[in-house]
Nanobody, 133 residues
Framework: HLQLVQSGGGSVQPGESLRLSCVVTGTINTVYGGLCMIWFRQNTGTRHEGVAALHTSGGATYYADSVRGRFTVFQDNDKNTLNLQMDSLKPEDTGMYYC???????????????????????WGQGAQVTVSS
């Protein structure tokens, strides 16, 4: 099993930056050669949106159109921490951000279409990001 513990988040003004981190501990059988590690964003009454994903087998990444060029997903050198660097934040980036992980193949992980709660069994506790002036 995996345990995911998040840190970061907060309130900032438009144009500012924040970093979210997700420490992953434990082990699971990575039948697809690696883990899919992903950041979801959710606003009240809306579904989870996958904003950035990384597959640990090769390190390839995916970004939603809404954040591409502003957000960066990466692992620390120890590979135990998944980070989401969020720059040039906009009010529409406001929401609860969750990290999640699962032993899923890279094609699905990086495809941009997810059934979050069904497909990802391991979740962080969530962190609120608020962007307003």
């Amino acid at each position: 099993h995996l345990q995911l513990v998040q840190s970061g988040g907060g309130s900032v003004q438009p144009g500012e930056s924040l970093r979210l981190s997700c420490v992953v501990t434990g082990t699971i059988n990575t039948v697809y050669g690696g883990l899919c590690m992903i950041w979801f964003r959710q606003n009240t009454g809306t579904r989870h949106e996958g904003v950035a994903a990384l597959h640990t087998s090769g390190g390839a990444t995916y970004y939603a159109d809404s954040v591409r060029g502003r957000f960066t997903v990466f692992q620390d050198n120890d590979k135990n921490t998944l980070n989401l660097q969020m720059d040039s934040l906009k009010p529409e980036d406001t929401g609860m951000y969750y990290c999640a992980a699962e032993a899923i193949g890279a094609d699905y992980c990086l495809g941009g279409y997810y059934t979050p709660r069904a497909d990802f069994g391991y979740w962080g506790q969530g962190a609120q990001v608020t962007v307003s002036s």
